[in-house]
């Protein structure tokens, strides 16, 4: 119901009511209001109007904007749709070169079940590390962190410390049967072994029982054989004793039998080797280097590193093996050096292996020998064949020095030649000397 005071105002102002309705039902049509005179002389209704005349244009400007944000939201959509399928497609394309993929690759190329246990551990170890920090680094952003924040949250939760990266090594040897638990017991979190005043309490050396291999630091085959029938021996008449007191006991005996042969050694060393007797060999069984004392590789002469396949110094021990032009050699570099070591004092001649593609080769290298690695004496070429295309010899004479073990190899060749330096195969000795004092 109209009340009085309305039922006047539409009775003075006649159109009003119906301007209002127009208005209501539909603001897209044009809305001129036809006002009397007297309307529009009184400033309360012309604020009306205007009011009104506002409200219908905000009214529209929402509706376009309202268009505008669908068609906006259905392109972003679309655009979202089709990105993902591309993504999918790539990532389909590209699955042959996953991290996981390419990984079980390099899986089935290793043949003993006990190696990859380790590196199986290793790698689900590091995506476990990955994935807490891409969870970390997400969690940033969803509560409103910065690109700066969620980085140093990823870098904080991804990085492994010293301590748990040990304790993750122990434990896969152990696990892969490299290692026994009850020995590992003795090291701390830091990898290290306690250290005691009285050595009979201390466990300071661990010897591998099952290598002979020639260039593992350990004990001699006679030593080790020795060692272990001497702890089979304690092992029967000590079965009282705790286990833990027996792994000991038996490392200190190892430990005494290394001391005792340090001790020759170094009487060797002090005292001159007054009588010996020189081992002729055969040339398909000479007497080569079989360590790596130190050594210092150079750039090219172009001013580049060596390719890291030809920077392996183990490739210069033992027999040669580039005659069928496999990269199996270690190069110098520029004025690089090289000191190998023979196992014991060798004489004869000495034959330095070379490996170069052609007929000749135009890198050179000058050479000494020692005996104790400190003294050295400088040797001059006697001979020089290729007997083989791909590896050259380089002859000298060691029978005017006596016997020697160190050999230092330097690269003199010219710059000019833009090389990488001389490439070392193997060193070998014709006879070797044989202590009788």
């Known amino acids: 119901m109209l009340s009085a005071s309305s039922f006047a105002l539409l009775v003075l102002f006649p159109g009003m009511y119906s301007i209002q309705h127009a208005f209501a039902d539909d603001v897209e049509n044009d809305f001129i209001p036809v006002a009397s005179d007297r309307i529009k002389n009184d400033p309360f209704l012309v604020k009306i109007l205007e009011n009104m005349e506002k409200s219908k244009k905000q009214f529209s400007d929402i509706?376009?904007?309202?268009?505008?944000?669908?068609?906006?939201?259905?392109?972003?959509?679309?655009?979202?749709?089709?990105?993902?399928?591309?993504?999918?497609?790539?990532?389909?394309?590209?699955?042959?070169f996953t991290s996981i993929i390419s990984f079980n690759?390099?899986?089935?190329?290793?043949?003993?079940?006990?190696?990859?246990?380790?590196?199986?551990?290793?790698?689900?170890?590091?995506?476990?590390?990955?994935?807490?920090?891409?969870?970390?680094?997400?969690?940033?952003?969803?509560?409103?962190?910065?690109?700066?924040?969620?980085?140093?949250v990823y870098h904080e939760t991804a990085k492994i410390p010293r301590v748990d990266m040990i304790q993750l090594v122990q434990d896969l040897n152990i696990k892969a049967g490299f290692s026994d638990p009850d020995i590992q017991q003795y090291f701390s979190s830091e990898g290290k072994l306690p250290r005691y005043d009285d050595e009979s309490e201390s466990v300071i050396s661990f010897v591998d029982y099952n290598t002979s291999a020639?260039?593992?630091?350990?004990?001699s085959n006679s030593s080790t054989k020795e060692t272990v029938q001497h702890l089979d021996d304690d092992n029967k008449t000590n079965d009282n004793i705790d286990s833990n007191e027996i792994t000991v006991q038996n490392l200190l005996n190892e430990i005494q039998l290394l001391k005792n042969k340090i001790k020759e050694l170094e009487q060797k060393?002090?005292?001159?080797?007054?009588?010996?007797?020189?081992?002729?060999?055969?040339?398909?069984?000479?007497h080569f280097a079989k360590w790596?004392?130190?050594?210092?590789?150079?750039?090219?002469?172009?001013?580049?590193?060596?390719?890291?396949?030809?920077?392996?110094?183990?490739?210069?021990?033992?027999?040669?093996?580039?005659?069928?032009?496999?990269?199996?050699?270690?190069?110098?570099?520029?004025h690089g050096e090289l000191i190998v070591s023979f196992e014991r004092p060798v004489s004869g001649d000495l034959v330095v292996y070379e490996a170069s593609w052609g007929k000749i080769t135009t890198e050179t290298a000058s050479i000494e020998v020692s005996t104790d690695n400190k003294n050295w004496i400088p040797l001059t070429k006697v001979s020089y064949s290729s007997q083989n295309l791909n590896v050259h010899e380089f002859e000298y004479d060691l029978?005017?020095?006596?016997?020697?073990?160190?050999?230092?190899?330097?690269?003199?060749?010219?710059?000019?030649?833009?090389?990488?330096?001389?490439?070392?195969?193997?060193?070998?000795?014709?006879?070797?000397?044989?202590?009788?004092?």
């Not at 003993?112 to 891409?134: H, M």
Request: proline share 3%; net charge negative.
């Open 269 to 286: 060393q002090d005292g001159t080797i007054h009588q010996t007797v020189l081992e002729q060999r055969d040339n398909d069984s000479l």
């Open 214 to 219: 020639p260039n593992v630091n350990s004990s």
């Open 63 to 96: 509706q376009q904007k309202n268009v505008q944000k669908e068609l906006l939201d259905d392109k972003r959509s679309e655009a979202k749709s089709i990105v993902e399928k591309e993504l999918q497609q790539m990532f389909k394309e590209n699955e042959d």
């Open 105 to 152: 690759r390099f899986l089935d190329k290793v043949s003993k079940d006990e190696t990859k246990i380790i590196f199986q551990g290793l790698f689900d170890y590091k995506e476990d590390r990955v994935n807490a920090a891409r969870d970390a680094m997400k969690e940033v952003f969803k509560n409103g962190g910065s690109l700066l924040d969620a980085r140093n």
């Open 399 to 437: 029978s005017t020095i006596g016997c020697i073990q160190y050999v230092k190899i330097t690269d003199t060749t010219p710059v000019s030649l833009s090389s990488d330096g001389f490439d070392v195969d193997a060193v070998a000795a014709t006879q070797a000397c044989t202590d009788t004092t």
């Open 292 to 334: 790596i004392v130190d050594y210092k590789q150079e750039l090219s002469s172009d001013g580049k590193p060596v390719n890291p396949e030809r920077s392996a110094t183990i490739n210069a021990l033992n027999e040669p093996n580039s005659y069928d032009k496999s990269i199996s050699f270690f190069t110098l570099g520029s």
